[in-house]
């Protein structure tokens, strides 16, 4: 399936069979290359806690594998992001601002490829972060980052998401090579992308966000 372009949707992190984190997105475009979306500073978002309200990168994992769990939500504090997730690839790439909204770096979001649904009033699209992350600066530059928590998170496999550690660093690596030869999407695209102006952050999300994960 396809979303149209001005859609509202909701792309939501899952683990496990259990929701990580929600976010409300815009649809830019949505063709063969893949699915580019709009995350606007202040939106409402959701993400799993701790009974104590903790979340999962503030306790270390052993902890949170014992733990109980609820959804909180909350307000998107981070910059507005462009996220692109191209057509059955292990990963996405992000477009960060900074404090004056203009083009700060890529980053690269390794994941599995998002598996879409579409209820009617509402769609989305869930993915498996699997944590490991690589920035890429303006001039191509970059390094690998949370190699800390994807290291200590393997040593759970009976609790991780995560599978096969070296299919992750391929993609990665992958990726990287991309970056490192200015090849697409690390080519100047979307650099300056200006959402339209009736592009409001949500201060809800929309009913149904946490309908049961399709994986």
Not at 64 to 84: D, E, H, I, M, N
Not at 124 to 143: E, M
Not at 173 to 178: K, S
Request: glycine share 8%.
């Amino acid at each position: 399936m396809r979303f149209e372009p001005g859609r509202s949707i909701v792309h939501r992190n899952v683990r496990r069979g259990r929701i990580g984190w929600v976010r409300p997105a815009r649809v830019v475009s949505d063709d063969d290359r893949g699915l580019l979306l709009w995350i606007s500073r202040g939106s409402a978002v959701a993400s799993e806690v701790t009974a104590a309200g903790l979340g999962m990168r503030a306790v270390p994992f052993a902890e949170w594998v014992v733990s109980s769990y609820r959804l909180a939500t909350g307000r998107w504090q981070g910059p507005p992001l462009l996220k692109f997730l191209p057509t059955g690839a292990a990963h996405s790439v992000w477009w960060f601002r900074d404090e004056q909204e203009r083009f700060a770096h890529w980053y690269v979001n390794l994941e599995e490829p998002g598996v879409r649904w579409d209820d009617g009033d509402l769609a989305g699209v869930d993915v498996v972060d699997q944590d490991l992350d690589v920035l890429v600066r303006p001039d191509r530059g970059w390094q690998w980052k949370d190699e800390d928590e994807f290291t200590e998170r393997l040593d759970f496999p009976e609790h991780y998401w995560v599978a096969d550690e070296k299919a992750v660093r391929a993609e990665g690596e992958r990726v990287i090579a991309l970056a490192e030869a200015g090849e697409f999407p690390f080519d100047g695209t979307w650099c300056d992308f200006e959402p339209p102006p009736g592009w409001a952050a949500p201060q809800e999300l929309p009913p149904g966000w946490d309908r049961p994960p399709v994986r």
